[in-house]
């Protein structure tokens, strides 16, 4: 799985609490992601970095936030969970910024809001 | 709005046969297309590319083919294996390495 590890692996949390996920590489790419998938929807971008500090939004971000204060770990951060965003989330990460350097996924976190 | 559709959830094929797994876009900027493979409790694997300037690549068993003009991309999978069966994710890139994802195709592939 490309270096990747997400922690943790499952969360069971109640709606209203802040929860942060943990994406961490070894493989020193510049780029990470943050997807959810969901049943009918595929995967959608949360919320992706182009280095240190550097952070955009995808097309799911409301009620999400990131940061990435090192190459290596890129968090994110429920700030106060709803059931809706009970999902599988997933970290990526690539070399380049390209159609062409394709993306690596961690094994996924598995969040239930209740 | 989808921009990036797989209209079969599920395909079930015999052992030995060709799998065939279908995806249609929208937005003609796309520049790469990508299939990705999941197993259960894993992340996607990333399994073929094509870049919009062509129209087949081949990586052993499995073809992707690409039809501009339709906006429609197909995977396919010869001899089909039951290993193979697993979710199959098609997607597009749109810009900086962002990809947009299908909703995703079960395929069960029977011995």
């Known amino acids: 799985d490309a270096g990747i590890t997400q922690s943790p692996r499952h969360k069971v949390t109640e709606t209203g609490t802040p929860v942060t996920l943990r994406c961490h590489q070894t493989?020193?790419?510049?780029?990470m992601y943050w997807y959810r998938q969901d049943p009918g929807h595929g995967l959608r971008l949360i919320h992706y970095?182009?280095?240190?500090?550097?952070?955009d939004k995808g097309e799911v971000s409301d009620g999400y936030s990131v940061s990435r204060s090192k190459t290596e770990d890129f968090l994110l951060t429920l700030e106060s969970a709803t059931s809706s965003q009970t999902s599988v989330y997933f970290c990526?990460?690539?070399?380049?910024?390209?159609?062409?350097?394709?993306?690596?996924f961690g094994n996924g976190t598995r969040l239930t809001v209740t | 709005d989808q921009q990036v559709k797989q209209n079969s959830p599920s395909l079930s094929v015999q052992e030995g046969r060709i799998s065939i797994l279908n995806c249609d876009y929208t937005n003609s900027m796309f520049d790469y297309f990508l299939w990705y493979k999941k197993y259960p409790a894993e992340g996607p694997t990333f399994l073929i590319s094509i870049s919009s300037i062509k129209d087949k690549n081949e990586d052993g068993r499995f073809t992707v083919f690409l039809n501009k003009s339709a906006k429609h991309l197909s995977l396919h999978i010869v001899p089909s294996q039951p290993g193979d069966s697993a979710v199959y994710f098609c997607?597009?890139?749109?810009?900086?390495?962002?990809?947009?994802f299908g909703q995703g195709t079960e395929l069960s592939v029977k011995p």
């Open positions: 990526a990460i690539s070399e380049e910024a390209r159609g062409n350097s394709p993306l690596h």
């Open positions: 493989e020193n790419h510049r780029y």
């Open positions: 997607a597009a890139n749109s810009q900086g390495g962002k990809l947009i």
């Open positions: 970095s182009y280095g240190v500090k550097d952070t």
